[in-house]
């Protein structure tokens, strides 16, 4: 009997072996290649990133259209894996990041802090994963090539706005002082942005949702449109705005100007019925005219394309440079306190630096709401049209919940938050984030009041004066 034991296991083992060594002969004849112009071949740094993520086979779980191991078509194997492809495809997509390597182009921050995430954290590539692909354990000499890397291309593509050397690489850089702009048609669109007329009802400008007092927003749970009609989503900041991958929640708008159309013939926000009724409303104001003469030249058209680039003119100014924490990373070791020292850190070990980067600290991607964790049943109540983030815009299943991370910027003036509203105060937009965004889902009481000093330090100057919220109901 315990020869048959031992045979039994010995066999076992042998077939185990045999399936490693398969597997790694497999992993490696269909990986990814890069072809002979690549000009990654040429650079060091970034070729040694290629080759731990090649390693990794990365691309299995968070690519689509792979050439995959036998065992995904096992039944019972082919349940879990397809189980975890899912959930890798839902949380990164890394095509575009072996396109960046192929043709020598440069990754947004995004997906440099994403993958500067996990390999921190070393949650990558996953135990049950490993158990059959040996090879693709990470060394700590690849982990570094990789982080390497990240800093490498921050520090060659993404510091130009002011960061001192030794913050040069940080997944956060400094709002720029200033963004160019055509003068005349930020004179126009300044204008227009507060102008009444260009609602349904002549009560409402721009910012009567995006306050330039109030943090860029109105403080509203939803915003509050054209009769007192309530608005099914909460208004995101206007401050920073230009720094964004797209605008609106859902990213259906790529431009400030494209923006600006959107709420002016809303008929829940301004309420207008067609751009021909708004045009007659301003050509009927005599200041108008050699405004939209300078802006667009002498037989400029009032029309939609002139009135929201102009808008989108001034909106891209909307700017909030040298804050507390940019004057830190700028060089002034004392700009902020301890304490937001440490929140900054752990900001970056617990993930949430993973989406919120670059200079708004968010805004550069789009991630779904409930990553770790089912946030919409345990928020409860009714889903609504607004929930479904990019979805309604593409009708792909993949998009379903997923927003465009918003921007941090001057987070401390811009609740309640997230894309419904639903939190109240910073102290639990952070540990619903991180409940819900990232594997750390219970931080400590000393981790979120750390988090929220530092969050506090990226209020923001514009023209000149620190922001500050005039509006009582907003104080917390």
Request: hydrophobic share 35%; glycine share 8%.
């Amino acid at each position: 009997m315990k020869r048959l034991v031992v045979s039994a296991v010995g066999a076992a083992l042998l077939a185990y072996g045999g399936t490693v060594a398969y597997l790694q002969h497999f992993d490696h004849i269909t990986a990814p290649e890069l072809p002979a112009s690549s000009p990654t071949l040429k650079d060091p740094v970034a070729l040694a990133a290629f080759n731990a993520l090649r390693e990794a086979r990365c691309d299995y779980c968070h690519a689509e259209q792979r050439d995959l191991p036998f065992y995904f078509r096992v039944p019972v194997a082919k349940t879990l894996m397809e189980k975890d492809r899912a959930n890798g495809l839902r949380h990164f997509r890394v095509e575009p990041v072996l396109d960046a390597f192929e043709q020598g182009t440069v990754p947004t921050e995004e997906q440099l802090s994403r993958i500067e995430e996990v390999i921190t954290q070393n949650r990558m590539p996953p135990n049950l994963y490993l158990m059959m692909h040996w090879h693709a354990h990470l060394s700590n000499a690849e982990r570094e090539a990789v982080l390497k890397w990240v800093q490498d291309t921050r520090r060659k593509n993404y510091n130009n706005t002011g960061a001192a050397e030794q913050f040069a690489a940080e997944p956060i850089r400094p709002v720029p002082e200033s963004v160019e702009a055509n003068p005349a048609k930020w004179t126009l669109g300044r204008k227009l942005f507060f102008d009444k007329s260009l609602s349904g009802d002549n009560t409402l400008n721009c910012a009567s949702c995006h306050g330039l007092d109030t943090g860029g927003v109105d403080n509203l749970v939803t915003a509050t449109g054209i009769g007192g009609q309530k608005g099914p989503i909460n208004t995101p900041t206007v401050y920073d705005a230009y720094f964004k991958m797209a605008q609106f929640w859902n990213a259906r708008a790529t431009t400030l100007a494209d923006q600006a159309a959107g709420p002016v013939m809303n008929p829940v926000e301004m309420g207008s019925h067609n751009w021909e009724e708004v045009a007659n409303k301003l050509n009927a104001n005599p200041e108008y005219a050699p405004l939209f003469q300078e802006a667009f030249g002498p037989d400029a058209k009032v029309d939609e394309k002139t009135i929201t680039t102009a808008i989108g003119e001034f909106e891209k100014t909307l700017v909030t440079p040298n804050g507390a924490f940019d004057e830190y990373l700028k060089g002034k070791p004392d700009a902020i306190s301890e304490q937001a020292k440490r929140g900054y850190e752990r900001f970056k070990a617990i993930g949430c630096s993973g989406c919120h980067t670059g200079i708004g600290a968010g805004g550069r991607g789009m991630e779904i709401m409930g990553l770790e964790g089912d946030y919409f049943k345990d928020r409860g109540g009714k889903l609504t049209d607004a929930d479904e983030g990019r979805y309604a815009v593409t009708h792909e299943a993949g998009d379903m919940n997923r927003f465009v991370v918003p921007n941090l910027r001057n987070v401390e003036l811009t609740g309640p938050y997230f894309h419904d509203g639903s939190v109240k105060t910073l102290d639990e937009a952070v540990r619903k984030m991180a409940r819900y965004q990232t594997p750390d889902q219970n931080i400590s009481d000393q981790d979120v009041a750390d988090i929220v000093a530092f969050l506090k330090t990226l209020t923001g100057r514009y023209d000149g004066k620190l922001l500050t919220n005039s509006n009582p109901a907003a104080k917390q």
